[in-house]
C-alpha cells in the first residue's frame, strides 16, 4: 500500500518554473517496487499523463511538456519530484501523483493504484 502527499503546487508567471515533490509512505513493499508517475487534470478536461519514471530511472514525457519538464526519484527519500520550466498558462492544472507496483509506466489513469490529493498550478499569462 502506498499514500502520496503531493507539494510545491503555486501561482508563476509564464515562463517561469515550480518543482512538485510526492513524498511515498510504503508499506508492504519498497518504494523502488513502483513505477511513479505525475498527472494533470485542468478545469472541465480529463486527467492526463505528463511523466512517468521506472524504478531504474528511466523517464517518459508527454509531447506536450517533453524539454521543458523533468521527472526525477530519490528511492532513499521515497520521493518522486517534477521540475517544471518555461511554464506556459496550458500547464495550469491540478498535478497528481501517482503510483503503480511493477517495472512499467503507465499512461493511462486506470492503470495507476495510488493516488495522491493534487496539488494547484496556475500559470498566469
Known amino acids: 500500500q502506498v499514500q502520496l502527499v503531493e507539494s510545491g503546487g503555486g501561482l508563476v508567471q509564464a515562463g517561469g518554473s515550480l518543482r512538485l515533490s510526492c513524498a511515498c509512505a510504503?508499506?508492504?513493499?519498497?518504494?523502488?517496487?513502483?513505477?511513479m508517475g505525475w498527472f494533470r487534470q485542468a478545469p472541465g478536461k480529463e486527467r492526463e499523463f505528463v511523466a512517468g519514471?521506472?524504478?531504474?530511472?528511466?523517464?517518459y514525457y508527454a509531447d506536450s511538456v517533453k524539454g521543458r519538464f523533468t521527472i526525477s526519484r530519490d528511492n532513499a527519500k521515497n520521493t518522486v519530484y517534477l521540475q517544471m520550466n518555461t511554464l506556459k498558462p496550458e500547464d495550469t492544472a491540478v498535478y497528481y501523483c501517482?503510483?503503480?507496483?511493477?517495472?512499467?509506466?503507465?499512461?493511462?489513469?486506470?492503470?495507476?493504484?495510488?493516488w495522491g490529493q493534487g496539488t494547484q498550478v496556475t500559470v498566469s499569462s
Open positions: 501517482a503510483a503503480r507496483r511493477g517495472l512499467v509506466i503507465a499512461t493511462t489513469t486506470s492503470l495507476m493504484t495510488s
Open positions: 510504503v508499506s508492504g513493499s519498497t518504494f523502488s517496487s513502483y513505477a
Open positions: 519514471i521506472t524504478w531504474s530511472d528511466r523517464p
